[in-house]
């Protein structure tokens, strides 16, 4: 388990030295809406982890030549040996090499062998985007799940100029809550615990922090802007220091969002976090519903922050955030200790 949760410890190699997009233009940016790490409803779990990221298509408009039902050619970003493929006519899958294509009717089978930039399935229709994890192998036979958007990708070009945004710090009891849903099925992690003041903080405290990683390229979302939707944020870090003194009580990266993290989503996200709508749900909904979701996260996971550590008196927590581009942001706010 790495020190940091989320931070990829190992280096990805391709079969090629291919970059681009699975849809067309290949060698141009489109929309991204769902992100590496967003929750996403789990009937036993409560909530999981998006997987990959949903690279938008527009259904409205399909491509030349397609189908009935299917809208966009999908094409290899890396190429290499069929692993697996459900049958042609079906929602479904493909994977091939590092990356796995979802809601797609494929076009390959098992064995073929393909070459990075081949088309190898179309867009099923009403689903608005196509689904593209990235997987890496790790020296115990393992693959784990990793961020397609991480520097260093396939995915390129990736422009982003807009810097993630801390909308708001916030002290709580603990508390963990059951998942729920929001309208259309997606995850909604209702608001918990007795929120305190941060001028008289005392025992263990749950720090909350709302933040959002907001996008500069929004290509054709700006024809239907109520699908655009911040991303999850690439990196986070926090410390807390004391006035006065200048002495750093607590430095640590809260999380990385290059691989799947092992932390329950409930000790990552905290209460108030909402998942984006689906972008068809969005579609037939938007007129009604706020397709945008809500990302709070926990700065002290589980067993939270316990301030009976710290000496009495004034504290400011600096939160540090990144985003995939590189785009960062520092915001502090100011407590008081009073055990």
Known sequence: MPDVQGRL?????YDDEWRGWPVLPLHGQHPI???????????????????????AVRDD?????????????????????????????????????HFRYEH???????????????????????DWHIHLSEFVDLPDGRRVFVNPLRPGGKLVPYRDRA?????????YTPATPSWGRRPVNVARYPQAGRRL??????GTVDVRARIADPQSFIGWFKDKSWLAAPHHPY???VSIAQHGTGRVFRDHEVFRSE?????????????????????????????????????????????????????????????RVWDAAGNSRVDNTDITVRN
């Open 163 to 171: 810097r993630p945004v801390v909308e708001e710090v916030r002290f």
């Open 259 to 319: 691989q799947m993290l092992e932390l329950p989503a409930g000790q990552h996200y905290a209460p108030g976090t909402e998942q984006n709508l689906s972008a068809g749900g969005c579609v037939r909904r938007h007129a009604s519903l706020r397709c945008p979701g809500v990302y709070w996260f926990r700065l002290f996971p589980r067993p939270y922050l316990d301030t009976r550590r710290l000496p009495n008196g004034r504290y400011r927590i600096s939160l």
């Open 33 to 55: 809406r769902g992100s590496f790490l967003d929750p996403r409803a789990h009937d036993q779990l409560g909530a999981v982890y998006h997987d990959g990221v949903d690279i």
């Open 197 to 202: 003041n941060k001028a008289r903080l005392s």
């Open 235 to 237: 990196r986070v870090a």
């Open 61 to 97: 408009k399909p491509g030349r030549g397609a189908p009935a039902g299917r809208t966009h050619r999908v094409h290899a970003i890396e190429g290499g040996p069929v692993i697996r493929a459900t049958p042609h006519g079906v929602r479904g899958l493909v994977d091939i090499a």
């Open 104 to 126: 797609v009717d494929a076009l390959v089978g098992v064995g073929d062998v393909v070459q990075p930039g081949q088309q190898i399935a179309w867009a099923w229709k009403g």
């Open 9 to 13: 410890e190992v280096a990805q190699r």
